[in-house]
């Protein structure tokens, strides 16, 4: 079975402009999550999706925005970029929406700001 | 609110000797807690979790963790470290008595293992 894909691996972005970043769970996984890794912050929860519906959402700005699709495939957007914004995003899929089951991770999409 | 932490930024263990990574939590109902792995340049990886039952879980790789409720800590355990056990460990936990999958990750151990 194929793991969590995450396209493009790395990004390099400038002030200003907007990035998307697109996520394929394992198959027959329907919840998405999306988190941010930073060496100051380290893993921050971003949001999760799980048909088609954010169910819960982190302590972002609006710049930040996902989406999950009927395919389960899941997008996240980041308008107006900041250097800050630097980061390893890391998506994440389970098969179900409780909390006893595991979480999946990609290996991650490298955005860098200039 | 929930918290993770994990008290050491850096564990040092020598090969063949027992290594323990230490992590406590703090969450209002009940935790379902995970530990997971990351290697340079790679995603997180799931080594075990803890939802219910038998304190001692074990996980991939001869890794194992001990829940202590009283202590609120799930320290992650193996017997004989291996040089390429050596990475970044993340514990996370999870409140039971809500739904959903948000994760709350500890600041990370990173794990040397020296041959």
């Known amino acids: 079975k194929a793991g969590v894909t995450q396209t493009p691996r790395y990004l390099i972005k400038t002030r200003g402009q907007q990035v998307t970043l697109s996520c394929s769970p394992i198959?027959?996984?329907?919840?998405v999550s999306w988190y941010q890794q930073t060496p100051g912050q380290g893993l921050q929860f971003l949001f999760e999706y799980f048909s088609e519906t954010q169910r819960n959402k982190g302590n972002f700005p609006g710049r930040f925005s996902g989406r999950q699709f009927s395919n389960s495939r899941s997008e996240m957007n980041v308008s107006t970029l900041e250097l800050g914004d630097s980061a390893l995003y890391l998506c994440?899929?389970?098969?179900?929406?409780?909390?006893?089951?595991?979480?999946?991770f990609g290996q991650g999409t490298r955005l860098t700001v200039v | 609110a929930q918290s993770v932490a994990q008290p050491e930024d850096q564990v040092n263990v020598a090969e063949g000797n027992p290594l323990t990574v230490k992590c406590t939590y703090s969450v209002s109902g009940n935790p379902y807690l995970f530990w997971y792995v990351q290697y340079p340049n790679r995603g997180l990886q799931f080594l075990l979790k803890y939802i219910t039952g038998d304190n001692l879980v074990k996980g991939s790789y001869g890794f194992e963790a001990e829940f202590n409720k009283s202590q609120t800590s799930f320290h992650l355990k193996k017997p004989s470290a291996l040089v390429s056990d050596s990475a970044l460990y993340f514990c996370a936990v999870r409140d039971g008595n809500n739904q959903g999958g948000k994760l709350i990750f500890g600041q990370g151990t990173e794990l040397s293992v020296k041959p």
């Open positions: 198959s027959g996984h329907r919840s």
């Open positions: 994440a899929s389970s098969s179900t929406l409780t909390g006893n089951t595991e979480a999946f």
